[in-house]
């Protein structure tokens, strides 16, 4: 019932910059906390960043912590995630999820089991 379309992935050069984006449809986007997760070959899908619908609350992965800043416009139903300063590691499928049962209303949840919806992935590839 709710669809996430995440776009604005690529090729990029170390050292560069990029911004998806998350389009959520479906059901409605209120009190949902958003996530990003992301997945290399071979590697287990992590955690990258998380805010909360009402009063913006964020985590991060320490990896990202400093280069990366998550956002949303609820009233656009997208949630945005501006990748800066990008590393070789940062490639990966990115996935945007939706935590539509959230367990704390101020601080997101960083387990992806927590997640309910989930997109299809955008891929992100940084050359070094």
């Known amino acids: 019932q709710v669809q996430l379309v995440e776009s604005g992935g690529g090729l990029v050069q170390a050292g560069g910059s990029l911004r998806l984006s998350c389009a959520a449809s479906?059901?409605?986007?209120?009190?949902?906390?958003m996530g990003w997760f992301r997945q290399a070959p071979g590697k287990e899908r992590e955690f990258v960043t998380a805010?909360?619908?009402?009063?913006?609350?964020?985590r991060y992965a320490d990896s990202v912590k400093g280069r990366f800043t998550i956002s949303r416009d609820n009233a656009k139903n997208t949630v945005y995630l501006q990748m800066n300063s990008l590393k070789p590691e940062d490639t990966a499928v990115y996935y945007c999820?939706?935590?539509?049962?959230?367990?704390?209303?101020?601080?997101?949840?960083?387990?992806?089991?927590?997640?309910?919806?989930w997109g299809r992935g955008t891929q992100v590839t940084v050359s070094s």
């Open positions: 805010i909360t619908w009402s009063v913006g609350g964020t």
């Open positions: 999820a939706a935590d539509t049962q959230p367990l704390l209303s101020t601080i997101p949840s960083m387990a992806a089991g927590q997640y309910d919806y």
């Open positions: 479906g059901r409605t986007f209120r009190s949902y906390h």
